[in-house]
């Protein structure tokens, strides 16, 4: 009962954490059916209908409902102790983001629950994550499925933007004394920029989508090309949005990156303002590069340069932060501890997610490997390599000081490396049965095409990921009972956070500290050498 | 602790729910007239009830007879240079056939080129800093007491990360530059000289393909026929949802959309079949909205054409099944050339001179049609044909009545 009605920010987080968690495991089992049905040609495991539904609440869910609340669940509980504050500027504006969340993702779910033409629940959405007009106008797609996703998502669509103002305000007007701009710790930083991403992105998509809600219920046009509406228009509009998403999933992980990386190498970060520049830059830019998903929409051959063009630019910034993370590491006395193993993990695979970015963003390689399985491979790179892995990096890293008590590190390192390898093994193949001609969103496929082999490849990279996933569950609730006693800083770190005890008080600090350079902890363990004099 | 049990049970019950729903095989619901209504058409199945479960007592369902693949092999057996029909790289992007896809092809090598050395070289640091770091590591433990505690602390460097900056930068320049290079030849808006205009339109879940002409104009489904070495400007256009026309090794893939045409185009090298599929999501039966695109010797496709364009065969042996043809609801969504108008399903004037039905993934023979006219839905499930429930007998007529339809 005291975590239903608290607005402490740290519960707020661990809750967003833990329901993120969840969902994740309910996305991670449709995907396992979705493996299970394409791991041969013409398997019949599942029918078409239950296939698309699968796959629309994959995707909608991990995007919605774990990558989001997971990451801004990070952020809820990191801001205030890393800027050195007692709590979120607007702390029951916060429980109300978090239980908007809660109700949108229960709303969505409550589709899969219900029964056929039972009254008010349709089946689950299958319309895909990015619902395509017309797809969804009610000739196409009848009952009420359409309406659930459209409701769940604008719900904790309202949640996600409260959570933003609330960052924005805690990071630009709370930071404790000393504490300039230019010292934030990373994470401060990126989820700054994710914070007014998400004011500037979410906002479209819960226009859209009441636009869509309008079409269906009301009898609107909006997206109708029967009565002069434009199927196009959604797309716009949805990747408008859609695209920042992208960077509001991955920058957190950044974050995450740039405050192990230091701690494990035992090095500064490398290129502090450099880094801060990119981040900025990447938000600028990552507004003016949609159209790069709508290649294959024929756009015409000026806007398609273009979109390709600024969609190359992003990976100038991409690019910079990567080589900062290598300068961090350069030289340093690395310490391979189960964060640092998913950090680096990160670092590796989100070069490789990249590299076939800058394949995509060429347009006429889009137009062969848009909406194939390369794609998929693709996002799961960066999204399942990258954000995935930077969140069990972090949870390895601030499991410590939410519970004060440390994760099991041998069982740690199985996690780490099962998820590596069902991660390699099941995403590499998509990017060869994608070039082989494999269109994704397909139930089943042709036999003799090729794609056997690859596909099969994929669906053993499950069973040997959920068994890493399986571990650390494991790990979690052993921890908390029988886990090494923390103390107040492990890792021997040097943001704030570290400078209070585990768990922290409910006040966060005893005293607001103070912070004299942008590793306030370094400076106080080495007196004889302050980050200070390198301002 | 309680959390942790919390989410077990709810993790039980999600995936409860799931096997529920596969169990009872989600009974699939006809979709008839979801389009249908747009093009005019009388409103069939709007009231019937979803499609009853199987009894009991029912036959196993139908199995296909053959594949599609089988039959492409024996129909290209007898020219050796045509090019394969199945195995890995039938619907690749590597083995193209044609102009655009071969310019993509081209400018793929150039980027994985690109990506790769910018992948050693950066994996290749990676590998280099943490072998170094293990290292320094296992040093500093070992003599702990006479090193300082902490390695140099290295703040940043000013030439180094400018430099990080401006290699990228030239690289992104060269990949803009060769991207609109290739955009210009390929991304054209007007028809290239000497081209055919064909226009395909996208149909959940089927492909319909209009040769307009001075004689007037061929329709049909599923098999695409062009000429060899003629580029054709392709009209895409969308009779309800967004599809997308992907035959990689013929030409990228654009997107076919309601209310916005868009053109493509290519030029098949040699002759052979160019097997492709619907990109873009679009629906229950996405999965089965194959190509198939034939490319004729010219003169072989001109007799092809003309083969088409012929009103369809009246042969007074399959009356009986011609009757049922117009006696049923048959009529109301397809054409055959004389005998009826609908515009809902593909025409299947000239059927028989197809190789395959379902949108091209049953290979067309005697026993597969019958059983596709018995119910489509086991064939292709979701499938907005409906069964007609006819007897036996009027089975039969009609599947012979279809097969003579040369």
């Known amino acids: 009962m005291q975590w239903a009605i608290s607005v402490d920010h740290k519960k707020l987080a661990m809750m967003y954490i833990g329901a993120g968690l969840i969902f994740f495991l309910v996305a991670g089992i449709e995907a396992a059916f979705m493996r299970l049905q394409l791991a041969q040609a013409g398997n019949e495991i599942v029918d078409p209908e239950t296939f698309n539904q699968l796959f629309t609440m994959h995707g909608t869910t991990m995007v919605f409902l774990v990558g989001m609340p997971i990451l801004l669940g990070f952020g809820n509980y990191l801001i205030p102790l890393m800027v050195g504050a007692r709590d979120m500027a607007f702390p029951r504006l916060n429980a109300f983001g978090f239980w908007l969340f809660i109700f949108g993702g229960l709303l969505l779910y409550f589709s899969y629950v219900g029964a056929d033409g039972l009254y008010g629940a349709g089946t689950a959405p299958d319309v895909g994550w990015f619902a395509y007009a017309p797809l969804t106008s009610r000739t196409f797609s009848r009952g009420n499925s359409t309406d659930y996703w459209i409701l769940g998502i604008l719900v904790s669509g309202f949640g996600s933007m409260t959570t933003a103002i609330n960052f924005i305000a805690t990071i630009l007007c709370m930071r404790c004394p000393g504490m300039k701009l230019m010292r934030m710790p990373m994470i401060a930083w990126m989820m700054l920029v994710v914070a007014f991403l998400v004011l500037v992105a979410i906002p479209i998509l819960t226009a859209a989508q009441s636009m869509l809600l309008f079409d269906r219920t009301l009898g609107a046009h909006f997206f109708d090309p029967e009565t002069q509406g434009s199927a196009i228009l959604w797309q716009h509009l949805f990747w408008f949005f859609g695209h920042p998403e992208v960077y509001i999933l991955i920058l957190p992980a950044f974050g995450f990156v740039s405050e192990i990386m230091p701690t494990f190498s035992r090095k500064v970060i490398f290129g502090y303002p450099l880094m801060v520049a990119a981040t900025v830059g990447i938000g600028f830019i990552s507004l003016g590069v949609w159209a790069h998903h709508m290649f294959v929409v024929g756009l015409g051959p000026v806007l398609d340069s273009f979109f390709g063009a600024t969609t190359f630019l992003i990976s100038i910034p991409t690019g910079i932060k990567i080589f900062n993370w290598l300068g961090t590491m350069w030289g340093g006395r690395l310490q391979f501890t189960t964060p640092m193993l998913f950090v680096t993990g990160f670092v590796a695979m989100f070069v490789i997610g990249g590299l076939t970015g800058i394949m995509l963003a060429t347009v006429p390689m889009d137009w062969q490997l848009s909406d194939s399985y390369f794609v998929v491979g693709h996002f799961h790179y960066v999204l399942f390599g990258g954000t995935v892995f930077g969140i069990f990096g972090a949870l390895f890293y601030w499991f410590p000081k939410a519970t004060g008590r440390l994760l099991n590190e041998r069982l740690g390192k199985w996690t780490f490396w099962l998820l590596f390898i069902g991660f390699t093994l099941t995403f590499m193949p998509m990017h060869v049965s994608g070039a082989l001609g494999m269109p994704r969103r397909i139930y089943t496929y042709e036999a003799d095409r090729g794609f056997e082999i690859w596909n099969l490849i994929s669906s053993i990279g499950v069973p040997v990921q959920m068994a890493g996933v399986a571990i650390f569950l494991w790990n979690v609730g052993r921890s908390l009972r029988r886990g090494e006693v923390a103390g107040d800083d492990p890792w021997d770190a040097w943001t704030l956070e570290w400078s209070t005890s585990s768990p922290p008080p409910e006040w966060n600090f005893d005293r607001i500290p103070t912070c004299t350079s942008a590793r306030p902890l370094w400076d106080r363990k080495h007196p004889e050498d302050p980050d200070a004099h390198y301002e | ?406």
């Open chain 2, 1 to 406: 602790m309680l959390g942790v049990r919390f989410a077990i049970a709810i993790v039980l019950i999600a995936s409860l729910c799931v096997a529920s729903r596969l169990a009872a095989g989600a009974p699939v619901q006809p979709m008839v007239s979801a389009a249908g209504a747009s093009v005019g058409l009388p409103l069939q199945d709007v009231a019937s009830p979803p499609v009853p479960p199987i009894p009991s007592a029912a036959p196993p369902p139908y199995t296909i007879k053959g594949s599609v693949a089988e039959m492409d092999a024996r129909l290209v057996v007898c020219d050796p240079n045509a090019p394969p029909v199945s195995g890995a790289g039938v619907t690749g992007i590597f083995a193209p056939e044609s102009p655009p896809s071969r310019e993509i092809r081209d400018l793929s090598y150039l980027v994985f080129a690109i990506c790769i050395v910018i992948f050693v070289v950066v994996q290749g640091f990676l590998v280099v800093a943490i072998v170094r770091g293990i290292r320094a590591r296992r040093l500093a433990n070992r003599s702990e007491n006479d090193s300082s505690p902490e390695p140099v602390q290295i703040y940043g460097s000013i030439p180094i990360e400018i430099a990080w900056t401006v290699i990228p930068s030239i690289i992104v320049f060269v990949l803009t530059m060769v991207t609109i290079r290739t955009l210009r030849d390929i991304d054209i808006t007007t028809p290239p000289e000497n081209s055919m205009e064909v226009v395909a339109i996208g149909h959940q879940w089927w492909w319909e393909f209009r040769y307009p002409g001075p004689d007037g104009e061929v329709v049909t489904a599923n098999e695409m026929h062009v000429p060899v070495g003629r580029p054709i400007w392709l009209r895409l256009e969308s009779a309800d949802v967004i599809h997308s026309f992907w035959v990689p090794r013929l030409a990228g893939k654009m997107d076919l959309i309601p209310g916005h045409t868009n053109y493509t185009w290519f030029s098949a090298d040699r002759k052979g079949i160019f097997l492709g599929q619907c990109a873009e999501y679009c629906g229950t039966q996405h999965a089965h909205m194959l190509i198939r695109v034939y490319a004729d010797e010219p003169a072989d496709f001109e007799t092809w054409l003309d083969e088409q364009r012929k009103p369809a065969v009246v042969d007074a042996s399959v009356d009986a099944g011609r009757r049922v043809f117009a006696e049923y609801a048959c009529l109301n969504c397809h054409t055959i050339d004389g005998l009826s108008d609908g515009m809902f399903g593909p025409n299947l004037t000239h059927l028989a001179s197809r190789n395959t039905i379902g949108s091209g993934f049953i290979p067309l023979d005697r026993d597969n049609l019958r059983a596709w006219i018995d119910d489509p839905n086991q064939l292709k499930p979701g499938c907005n044909m409906p069964s007609l429930k006819l007897d036996p007998p009027e089975l039969d007529a009609v599947t012979d009545y279809l097969m003579t339809l040369h």
